[in-house]
């Protein structure tokens, strides 16, 4: 990633550790807008440096 932004989402996150039912478990990075560039492909993915592409970045590992 290049670039990542952050919403209200992500700043009431920061600021009171929950938002709805969902709680906060540090160590975790916020923000979920992104911009960057493909520099390099997995196994099997062919053409993707002129495509436009879409990542969820919604899901998240906790870290």
Not at 19 to 48: C, N
Request: aromatic share 12%; charged share 15%.
């Amino acid at each position: 990633m290049q670039h990542m932004g952050i919403c209200g989402s992500d700043v009431h996150f920061w600021q009171n550790g929950y938002i709805g039912d969902f709680v906060v478990r540090a160590p975790m990075v916020l923000g979920h807008e992104a911009a960057g560039t493909v520099s390099k492909l997995g196994e099997g993915m062919e053409h993707v440096f002129s495509d436009f592409l879409v990542i969820k970045l919604n899901i998240t590992l906790f870290n």
